[in-house]
């Protein structure tokens, strides 16, 4: 029997990306603020499916693709029902980031700015490059994404430089439709290596989610990255 999903934000681009690829979950419930503009077109193959804003039963994993707040929500929501979650939003502040790591003390959570298994890859080897250049490398964290996107420097950008041992010079560019483009380079004497993950489509972030729920649906309580979902592979 496949597991049971819940998908929260799941009139944005991102929810409706996720639910078409979750083939193996049964979907069983799509949330969204009340009021959305997408809201009651979001699934019209999947007539049966009700949209409402609160996660009213047990389902056995949630993914959410909305905002912090909504997603502080439904993890309260989570904590009170046993329910494991994939947390994809981005922009949590400080204080934001504490209320998730101590619903993770109840719940298995996974939190991560992106959800892209390149981009934990990239993630995991920055240590051990920037050791294996040493300090006299510049290091410059450049990301593009599309004009609409709201935080900068972005979640992504933020999580790499959190990887290495000194602060990198952070770029940040908003440009029409990109999807997302981060390129950490490393500038040294006479040489520079630059290393580049560009995502050509949103389906790369779902089908990351998606291994994160599996992994998470067999993972104990505690706060989980993607670099805790790719090192299970």
């Known amino acids: 029997m496949a597991a049971t999903l819940a998908i929260n934000g799941a009139c944005g681009r991102m929810g409706r990306t996720l639910a078409s690829m979750a083939e193996d979950f ?21 007539p049966r499916l009700i949209v409402g804003s609160r996660l009213e039963r047990k389902v056995d994993v949630l993914i959410d693709f909305s905002s912090p707040e909504g997603a502080l929500e439904k993890l309260e929501q989570c904590v009170g029902l046993k329910v494991p979650a994939v947390i994809c939003a981005t922009g949590f502040t ?37 050791a294996a250049l040493g300090p006299e490398f510049d290091v410059d964290v450049v990301e593009t994404h599309h004009r609409t996107k709201k935080d900068a420097p972005s979640g992504t950008a933020r999580m790499l430089a959190e990887r290495l041992s000194r602060p990198p010079k952070s770029h ?4 029409g439709d990109e999807v997302g483009e981060h390129r950490v380079i490393f500038g040294g004497p006479g040489e520079r290596i630059e290393i580049l993950h560009r995502a050509t489509s949103r389906e790369v972030f779902a ?27």
């Not at 049964?26 to 999947?46: D, N, Q, S, T």
């Not at 940040?172 to 440009?175: D, I, V």
């Open 26 to 46: 049964e979907v069983v419930a799509a949330l969204e603020r009340r009021g959305h503009p997408a809201e009651g077109e979001a699934y019209p193959a999947i």
């Open 172 to 175: 940040s560019l908003r440009s």
């Open 94 to 130: 400080e204080g934001q980031r504490r209320s998730v790591e101590a619903a993770a003390r109840t719940v298995p959570v996974v939190f991560s700015a992106n959800m892209s298994v390149g981009v934990g890859l990239l993630a995991r080897i920055l240590p051990e490059v920037e």
């Open 207 to 233: 089908r990351g989610a998606l291994r994160a729920a599996r992994f998470v649906l067999s993972a104990p309580k505690g706060l989980y990255s993607m670099l805790d979902v790719i090192a299970k592979a």
